[in-house]
């Protein structure tokens, strides 16, 4: 099961080094984050955790697990965790290896996940000259994907640049 390519890799380990705003936007989750990781006993896993901004957010009240497959030293794929976040992730994804990450993310969620999925280009290119978001699909794109690879649509939302969702594992 291939969550990144080496090459898509590398191509990210680039975008990281060369731009400080890339990987930045995990602090913008914290308000939805709180009242989830409260009753996740406070364990939370940021997966796709870029520069670690929600963790730092969130404060030292909150044990946030940081997982990045392209950032060196956060890229020991995690144990399961009882509050899962993927913000600004899924669309970076390789189309080719989005199932074998959205199971890897139903793996990882023991109670509940937000994952943030924004639903058009990218401001950012990576150094081969592709658009940052590898994915443009529509909101209800992404909740058939979620809902497919094993996950219950609790809550979501959507505006004309990003969608949100609230799941739970399906328990079979």
């Not at 959507?158 to 949100?164: G, I, V």
Request: glycine fraction near 6%; aromatic fraction near 8%.
């Amino acid at each position: 099961m291939m969550l990144i390519s080496d090459a898509y890799r590398e191509q990210n380990r680039a975008l990281h080094a060369s731009n400080e705003h890339y990987g930045t936007s995990g602090k913008a989750w914290a308000p939805k984050v709180r009242p989830l990781a409260d009753w996740g006993r406070k364990a939370v896993l940021d997966f796709g955790c870029g520069k670690a901004t929600l963790a730092r957010r969130l404060g030292p009240a909150y044990q946030v697990t940081n997982y990045d497959p392209c950032i060196e030293g956060l890229d020991t794929p995690p144990p399961p965790h009882p509050v899962v976040v993927c913000g600004d992730v899924l669309e970076h994804v390789e189309p080719e290896c989005l199932l074998a990450v959205l199971a890897e993310l139903r793996r990882v969620t023991q109670e509940v996940g937000l994952f943030v999925v924004h639903l058009t280009a990218a401001k950012k290119t990576l150094p081969d000259g592709r658009n940052a978001h590898l994915i443009q699909e529509p909101a209800s794109w992404w909740a058939t994907m979620i809902t497919s690879a094993g996950f219950v649509v609790r809550d979501q939302g959507h505006n004309e640049h990003e969608a949100w969702f609230i799941v739970r594992p399906q328990h079979d």
